[in-house]
């Protein structure tokens, strides 16, 4: 298999430029410089952060990349039900045999950082230093990930906060998909907390925390979504959405007696 980037490619290996041509067909030559712009930057973050990835697994990770950034454009473009994986696997030049090596279902090459996302999110309790609160833990976590909207120009940006959230949302395949992701982080942050709290993690205390942390996830891709087209960019962005998570976790360290308390003096119209 040879390096996506690299030019070179063997029978029925994907290469960068014709995926690359199957996104600027569907979406446009405009977001492809984008597009490899934020992969450059995330390579560079990613192997400063795993240095002892061997060539193999960089090789693969990099490939199924690629598919899904084609496919996920095919989708976007025409519909996720529109577009068959057979027709996926001929546009990548692999079968559909390799395809399923790569992504299990059709929908895992939509979200396809979803079991990454989930790592390190549950690292983030497992490994919580001492004297660090939960919700400081997870929100650290994802505020690690928000990395890549410095990389957001407006053509990228507009693509993740309008046609990638709207077909999530109005797919019932991937908003099932989406549910199923968050209900595995829920179980995996259950289980941390009831080992960490020596209790059973089918225990009332640490299933709720766990659908509450996982409910820190949705905020976040809705808060990101909401101020992308209010225009916000970059650090901005950023710190916009950052905030929003921080406010829903805090509701979480007081719990909902709070809530009541800023709904009644809040007044009936609640907050200004």
Do not use: C
């Not at 430029?17 to 984008?34: F, H, K, N, P, Q």
């Not at 696997?89 to 090596?101: C, E, F, G, I, Q």
């Not at 992504?103 to 390190?120: G, H, N, Q, R």
């Not at 690292?123 to 410095?150: K, N, P, W, Y």
């Amino acid at each position: 298999m040879s390096e996506p980037g690299s030019g070179v490619t063997g029978p029925g290996e994907p290469d960068e430029r014709v995926l690359d041509g199957v996104i600027a067909e569907e979406m446009g030559e405009e977001i492809i410089d984008s597009l490899r712009r934020v992969r450059h930057a995330e390579e560079t973050r990613y192997r400063a952060e795993h240095p002892g990835e061997g060539l193999r697994e960089r090789k693969r990770r990099l490939t199924r990349h690629l598919i899904a950034d084609a496919a996920t454009a095919m989708f976007a473009s025409r519909g996720f039900d529109a577009v068959k994986v057979s027709e996926i696997a001929d546009r990548a030049n692999v079968s559909m045999k390799t395809l399923y090596n790569y992504f299990p279902t059709k929908e895992s090459m939509v979200l396809d950082d979803a079991d990454e996302l989930i790592e390190s999110l549950a690292a983030a309790l497992r490994d919580r230093q001492a004297g660090t609160s939960i919700t400081d833990a997870f929100v650290g976590a994802l505020e690690a990930s928000m990395h890549e909207f410095d990389l957001l120009d407006d053509e990228l940006a507009a693509y993740v906060a309008t046609t990638f959230a709207a077909m999530v949302k109005q797919t019932p395949a991937l908003h099932a998909h989406w549910l199923e992701i968050q209900d595995r982080l829920a179980r995996l942050a259950a289980e941390q907390l009831a080992l960490q709290a020596g209790t059973d993690p089918a225990d009332p205390q640490p299933t709720v925390a766990g659908w509450a942390l996982a409910g820190l996830v949705q905020v976040d891709m809705d808060s990101r979504a909401r101020h992308i087209r209010a225009g916000r960019r970059g650090a901005q962005l950023r710190d916009a959405v950052a905030g929003d998570v921080r406010q829903a976790a805090e509701l979480l360290e007081t719990g909902l007696a709070s809530l009541s308390r800023g709904t009644q003096t809040g007044g009936r119209n609640g907050p200004a």
